[in-house]
């Protein structure tokens, strides 16, 4: 009986040194959790864009906006030809979920017309970096090399307003605009009103950033020439809608020389196609 009691506290010390130790390898494992922030920022994973994939360029833009941007389609009388006009002509991409986007070109009496509808989908590789943050960071080195001049109050007006109040067609032509407005006023009533309105049109329709169009936009307008032929004029569009940013730039060159692309009436047709995209991508 005594042997057994003594092997009873035997065990006893055993369970208690256990028990110590256990207790110790606790203890320990919750000073190494102090500071659990710093084990979660490492695994923190950024939040994707909410586009995960492109839509079909050359199908996202419709005959009846196609008629507008490009009038020589309606008058194209083959029926296949039309139908391949409308078509267009998918660029060369190596990544469809990434980059996609189609070309248009149709001539017509009047003028040739081209349109290029782009769609980049931006993936950040960064966990630190979101989807959209990169697709941010994109889109301000586009509109950086776009060299947009400073804005005006003039460049704050709303397309209506512009609309409404624009007489001039090209912001080129806005100082000989002026000049025929104020050679056309009689002596007996001088006013600065057609000159100022000319002035103002041709501001509001300058190169500048847009609003209400996807979460940010810009607006180019630039007109060349070279040597001898028409003038063309290029209006660019470029709006980012979380990961996503779209391109459309339209070009007109008139047949005949001399002749100057109404900006207006480019500006108004290209914003109207960027605004039904963003459309198209939040539906």
Known sequence: MQRKAYVTGTAALLVALLAG???GATDSGTTDDANPGEAGSATAVAQPGRYRTLPEPCGAVGHDTLDSLLPGI????????REAAYAGDATLTYDTDRKVGCRWKVESADATDHLLVDFERVVSYDNAVSDDSQAQTIFATKEAAADLPEPSASTTATPSESSSASTDPSPS???SASSASSSSSSPSSPSSTPSATSSSSAAALQPRVLSGLGDEAFLDD???SSGS???QRTVTVVFRTSNVIVTVEYA???ATVGVVPDSQ???DRARKLAARLADSLNG
């Open 21 to 23: 130790c256990t207790s």
């Open 74 to 81: 309606q008058q194209i009388t083959d029926p296949e030809q």
């Open 173 to 175: 032509s806005s100082s």
């Open 222 to 224: 630039a007109l060349n």
């Open 229 to 231: 032929t028409a003038q």
């Open 252 to 254: 007109e060159q008139p």
């Open 265 to 267: 009436k480019m500006q």
